[in-house]
């Protein structure tokens, strides 16, 4: 099988894989607001997000620099995987260990501080896992990271809806989380062993080469999350749980949303490294404009129609109670958009091996934006959040979209962007004016006229739009 049909393979298998990952997160969401409430939902969102600021700095770009690494030509895989290993469960037990304590300076309540302890080892099975995504990318045998994730998701799930009709609490729900992501990291050990040899490694040389590396991906990625997740943080010091439960419930839709672009680019990533390694600049921007052209098909539409059907979606995932969460979607939903351009260019970064160049541009951008969450959500609430985290999508986009133009000479055509703003017109004007139905026989409608019409605009064809992923 050549290169270009295993990439199409993996990508229909992850499209797929991905819609039940997504099914199983939204039902999950659905059970636990309805189960929780809102401010009960809040205090679940703001142990979540606590933990993953500590849980990047675990990663600390680790799984990024796996791909880069071992794509290389003539790399030691099993030298280098085995010197990951032991660096990754280093960091997670000195950051994650750290998190409970550091909760103690924050007003957060006695189940709040527990749960962040407890979580915290949900985040080390969960990140520790990803760490060998790399190994899977290379290989492009990315069906067992997805299987992995699958059974993890429907496993939480099938709990959190066993414990939410017991009538449990928070905790309950957290040890779920503990549970699935157990489960993901043994199956992915189980899987990456059938092909690698895994055997952690202390070479101090090694970690020092790993460490160089990866610093200003994982200092990016801080920041990045910084401003992504800040909100929530400052959300929790200035406002109420139910807030945040509000808030979350709507974040949590665009969380599952840009999932999707950031586990695509991950599959693209290897090719673009060894392309660029390779000097081969021609395939690297051809690589580069598939994607551009894909991600136009599947962004623009998806923020429209957040904006169109924001108010009843959120009525359907969270229930009545969550009708606010409507409005703040119709805000967020945006940057769930911008994030797949957004990470189409910090991806090209890593492949352009120049990320420790745009660290102080990610540094800029949290800083801008904490700034704003500190002006803005003491007064505007989580409409000024939802304002500062589309605005902090939008400035990083620009800031690696114009490296990337410049230092690559990718110069993106824009011809399928402008179809899919065409069939994204008709889409939304007929979801306008068709009479009110449930939302998601409204979400199918306008999924069929935007397909529809996308070739009336010299689109391609539903059937066509594998195209996109040859050379």
């Keep these: 099988m050549d290169i270009e049909r295993k990439i199409a393979k993996n990508a229909a298998l992850q499209v797929l894989g991905k819609g039940f990952i997504t099914l199983f997160g939204l039902l999950t969401v659905a059970v636990l607001a309805r189960a929780l409430g ?65 909760a103690i300076l924050f007003p957060y309540s006695a189940i709040e501080h527990l749960g962040i302890a407890v979580g915290s080892m949900a985040y080390l099975f969960g990140s520790t896992s990803q760490l060998f995504t790399g190994l899977f990318q290379k290989r492009l045998k990315m069906g ?111 969380d599952v949303l840009t999932i999707i672009p950031t586990l695509y680019m991950g599959l693209i990533l290897p090719i673009l490294v060894a392309a660029w390694s390779a000097q081969n600049h021609k395939v690297f921007r051809a690589r580069l404009q598939q994607t551009f052209d894909l991600f136009a098909i599947a962004a623009i539409p998806i923020a429209v129609g957040g904006i169109v059907l924001g108010v009843p979606l959120m009525e359907f995932v969270a229930g009545n109670a969550f009708s606010e969460s409507g409005e703040v979607l119709k805000y967020l939903v945006p940057a769930s958009s911008i994030v797949f351009f957004g990470a189409l260019f910090g991806h090209a970064v890593v492949g352009l091996q120049k990320q420790r160049i745009m660290t102080v541009a990610y540094a800029l951008v949290a800083a801008i934006t904490i700034i704003g969450y500190m002006l803005l959500i003491p007064v505007h609430g989580i409409y000024g959040a939802a304002w500062m985290t589309v605005f902090a999508e939008l400035l990083i986009t620009i800031i690696t979209g114009s490296f990337v133009l410049a230092y690559s000479d990718f110069r993106p055509k824009l011809t399928r962007t402008a179809q899919s703003i065409g069939a994204t017109l008709v889409m939304a004007a007929a979801l306008l004016f068709l009479p009110q139905m449930h939302v998601l026989i409204a979400v199918l409608i306008g999924m069929i006229i935007f397909f529809s019409a996308l070739p009336l605009f010299g689109g391609p064809h539903p059937k066509k739009l594998i195209d996109l992923l040859k050379p």
């Design 38 to 102: 809102t401010e009960g939902y809040g205090s679940f969102t703001l142990v979540i997000t606590f933990l993953s600021i500590f849980a990047t700095l675990v990663d600390f770009g680790l799984t990024l620099t796996t791909t880069q690494m071992i794509s290389e030509d003539g790399a030691d895989e099993h030298t280098i995987l085995g010197n990951l290993i032991s660096l990754r469960l280093v960091s997670g037990m000195l950051f994650l260990g750290a998190a409970p304590v550091i």
């Design 144 to 254: 067992y990271i997805v299987l992995a994730e699958f059974l993890s998701r429907a496993t939480i799930f099938g709990l959190t809806a066993v414990f939410a009709v017991l009538g449990a609490d928070i905790l309950t729900f957290i040890w779920i989380l503990v549970t699935g992501n157990a489960i993901q990291l043994l199956i992915t050990v189980l899987s990456a062993r059938s092909f690698t040899l895994l055997k952690p490694r202390i070479h101090l040389k090694i970690w020092k080469t790993i460490l160089g590396r990866t610093w200003p991906i994982g200092i990016s990625i801080f920041f990045n999350l910084i401003y992504l997740k800040g909100d929530i943080v400052f959300l929790s010091i200035y406002r109420s749980p139910e807030e945040i439960g509000i808030y979350g419930a709507a974040y949590k839709i665009v």
